[in-house]
């Protein structure tokens, strides 16, 4: 099945749902979004961590880094850094906000579509 | 998952490691392509070494070579320049964000100083403080970003 390309605004709502559930880091978020969805949708680091810095930006997300060691490594050696995001209070209402303004939106398109068809084009 | 072992976001990554490997050679060259300067610079390259080598770590787990899995890793990102153009652009998105809401705050004040009435980015003209009916939130459809993140727009 093809995957689904998120807009801007939607690709927001899901991250910030993910991370209202638990802090998360972004090869997470993009693994989860991807689990999540069977594969129908996909959130490529090209669109993932600018959103995630444009959000830190805005004060929606909180960040803490953690040092991982690979499995087998030098124990003296340094590791990687980890950032972990998690949602802010602020990103709370945010997030809160978002879902009442997609249901809302949701709803009225609902309304027009109702139970029809969708047009084959051979009409005409 | 949690994270165990966290620290102060202000003891994130300051210095570039200097790695030698496929993965932190192809990091070097990207990094300049972005470029970033700085904490912003390192930080970004702490957080995408962290995404390579997890997903190498899950492509080996796959059953892949350890060159298999660096250069699917790596591909899936995408077309370097492109990616590197995102990143940039994302980072001039924020200054120019910080200098809008400079501008507007000095606009602001220097017309409380002058005692002009203003009408900030939200607001509806003043129709609640001259006593006009309430009138329904209208949905902007074609403009639902707005709706759902108006701070957010550059």
Redesign the interface.
């Known amino acids: 099945m093809p995957t689904v390309d998120l807009k801007a605004d939607h690709t927001e709502l899901v991250v910030l749902s993910m991370l209202a559930e638990e802090p998360l880091y972004g090869y997470l978020i993009s693994r989860r979004i991807e689990a999540r969805s069977q594969g129908e949708l996909k959130l490529g680091a090209g669109k993932l961590y600018p959103l995630l810095s444009k959000l830190e930006r805005a004060k929606l997300v909180t960040t803490t880094w953690e040092e991982v060691k690979a499995g087998g490594s030098d124990p003296d050696a340094p590791g990687r850094r980890r950032k972990w995001y998690r949602l802010s209070e602020k990103g709370r209402k945010r997030l809160a906000q978002s879902v009442e303004s997609h249901r809302r939106l949701q709803r009225l398109v609902d309304a027009f579509i109702g139970d029809h068809a969708v047009a084959d084009g051979s009409a005409g | 998952?949690?994270?165990?072992?966290?620290?102060?976001?202000a003891?994130?990554?300051q210095v570039e490691?200097s790695t030698r490997d496929p993965i932190g050679e192809w990091l070097d060259v990207f990094m300049r392509l972005t470029g970033l300067s700085g904490g912003r610079r390192a930080?970004?390259r702490?957080?995408?070494?962290?995404?390579l080598?997890?997903?190498v770590?899950?492509l080996l787990i796959m059953g892949l070579s350890e060159s298999e899995a660096t250069h699917k890793a790596v591909g899936?990102?995408?077309e370097t320049a492109?990616?590197a153009r995102?990143?940039r652009?994302?980072?001039h998105?924020?200054q120019r964000?910080r200098t809008m809401q400079m501008i507007l705050i000095g606009a602001g004040a220097a017309a409380l100083a002058l005692g002009v009435g203003t009408v900030l980015p939200g607001q509806s003209g003043g129709a609640a403080g001259n006593g006009a009916a309430a009138q329904p939130e209208v949905?902007d459809?074609a403009g639902?970003?707005a709706?759902?993140?108006p701070?957010?727009k550059t």
């Open positions: 998952m949690t994270p165990g072992q966290k620290q102060d976001r003891a994130g990554p490691p930080e970004l702490a957080e995408l070494e962290d995404h080598r997890s997903r770590d899950d899936e990102l995408g492109e990616l995102r990143f652009h994302a980072q998105a924020g964000r949905v459809i639902e970003a709706e759902i993140a701070s957010m």
